[in-house]
């Protein structure tokens, strides 16, 4: 089976430096369309997971050795710009990797935990909130469909940029976690089991929401399975466990710091 998913092991790509611009003008549009609508909670939720997705991607991942297989000096995540690699150490490259770095993982988190924030709270009332799925999900996904096609549109910056995820080391992790995750949450909510299959459908809806444009615009030089496994493990891997800390340990706290 693993042998089988070693073919989704890197994940890449390409795209106009201007994306990062671009990027950084829709999500405060975002920011602004959250606080708007009182979504407070769900930016707050979004600002913390941010730094987390930050260390883990640029700065554990850039500085983990990819291992066999690979020549020395291979990280689990790369990027050239210009042409150039960015080397380690950094040097003046600094600023110029920290631009893809915050588009890729803090900008990324502000967009995506909102909305699987906003897609709890939809699910977790008497009846679905089908309205609201609908106003946030269309939002989310049209700003998505915008920023790649202002990139191409735009002369601003089209200095080239690839971004390489060498998830080797990393694919066995993922399905597990994701297993694991989906195998918990089915005994806690063993008598809503509905419940799960819409957490579940709330992962992959998530990643197919940042893949599809990747794929459209081929931005993700890729095929159509990688999309199909990306939506499955990509999200799924955290998206049990947050929903399980919004469900019942955050209640718990509120209900504390009540007393």
């Known amino acids: 089976m693993f042998t089988f998913l070693q ?38 939720f979004g600002i913390i997971i941010a730094p987390i997705i930050y260390s883990i991607d640029a700065i554990i991942w850039w500085n ?52 699987i924030w906003i897609m709890f709270e939809s699910i977790r009332k008497k009846s679905i909130d089908i309205n609201q799925i609908l106003k946030y999900t269309s939002v989310y996904f049209f700003i998505w469909i ?13 200095t080239i940029v690839e971004a390489v995820r060498h998830m080797n080391t990393q694919i066995t992790f993922m399905v597990i976690n994701v297993i ?17 299959v819409q957490i579940f459908l709330i992962g992959v809806v998530a990643s197919l929401i940042m893949e599809i444009p990747l794929y459209l615009f081929h931005i993700r030089p890729t095929g159509l399975k990688f999309i199909l496994f990306e939506s499955l493990f990509l999200l799924n891997q955290g998206v049990p466990y947050l929903f399980l800390i919004w469900d019942k340990l955050l209640p718990k706290i509120k209900l504390r710091g009540s007393i």
């Open 7 to 44: 073919q989704f092991a890197d994940a890449r790509r390409v795209f106009q430096y201007d994306y990062i611009y671009i990027d950084a003008v829709f999500l405060l549009i975002w920011i602004i369309f959250l606080i708007r609508n009182k979504k407070y909670q769900a930016l707050i």
């Open 64 to 115: 983990t050795a990819v291992g066999l297989n690979f020549p020395t000096g291979t990280f689990i995540r790369e990027y050239w710009i210009g042409g150039l690699q960015i080397p380690h150490p950094l040097g003046h490259f600094f600023f110029l990797k920290f631009g893809a770095d915050f588009m890729m993982t803090i900008s990324y988190a502000i967009f995506a935990f909102p909305w």
């Open 146 to 158: 915008l920023i790649p096609l202002f990139s191409l549109l735009l002369p601003i910056n089209n």
């Open 180 to 196: 694991v995750g989906y195998l918990i949450l089915s005994i806690v909510y063993r008598k809503e089991l509905n419940k799960v």
